[in-house]
């Protein structure tokens, strides 16, 4: 009896510390592998592929038609409650861009590196269109993109809603010309019996 109840423990033991291993799987980038109440990347996807295509459907015309446009895309703002890498959002936009085969990416000199990198993170001139059309003319872009990610939440009982709102605006630097694009993702979640 004491032989069944040792080896029935150490089956039960076994299973447990067996059943506790996390076991990771590759899905296809295209797929939502979770699906969050927060910005995941499938969001990413959606907001950045809808709203590129909207850009250049609205803003095609000011493109010149025998070249490809010099633009500079300024690092995505994050204005939502959440921390989110925003490197990815605008390294997805410049490519999304780039593979339109209408525009031809610049960066700026490396002297100008830095002076960028305090606009972005100071959000105020790059994020002023007439100052950043200046800061465009200065790196040598005809064209500029300037974004944001803002988002709201709300509370009901036991339902959270998210709203998240992508905001891109393709300036024409000589004329100062916007055309200004929105996508918007809204989520609801229902909290379970034991709380969120």
């Given at each position: 009896?004491?032989?069944?109840t040792a080896a029935l423990a ?120 007439t100052s950043a059309a200046r ?17 709201l939440e709300s509370r009901s ?40």
């Amino acid at each position: 009896m004491k032989t069944l109840t040792a080896a029935l423990a150490a089956a039960v033991l076994s299973a447990a510390f067996c059943g506790c291993a996390s076991e990771g799987v590759r899905v296809d980038a295209n797929t939502e592998a979770v699906a969050t109440h927060d910005f995941n990347p499938m969001d990413l996807q959606i907001l950045t592929d809808k709203t590129v295509s909207k850009l250049m459907k609205r803003g095609a015309d000011l493109f010149p038609p025998d070249r490809k446009a010099r633009l500079y895309v300024a690092k995505v703002r994050n204005l939502t409650n959440e921390i989110i890498t925003m490197d990815l959002i605008t390294e997805r936009v410049a490519t999304q861009m780039d593979d339109t085969g209408k525009v031809r990416l610049v960066t700026p000199p490396k002297d100008m590196a830095d002076v960028m990198r305090a606009l972005d993170t100071q959000s105020s001139a790059a994020y002023d269109p007439t100052s950043a059309a200046r800061v465009g003319k200065q790196i040598g872009a005809e064209f500029m993109i300037i974004g944001d990610l803002a988002n709201l939440e709300s509370r009901s009982g036991g339902k959270k809603g998210q709203y998240f709102q992508f905001t891109l605006t393709l300036i024409k630097i000589e004329t100062g010309e916007q055309t200004k694009v929105q996508e918007p993702i809204q989520k609801l979640t229902k909290s379970g019996l034991f709380g969120s």
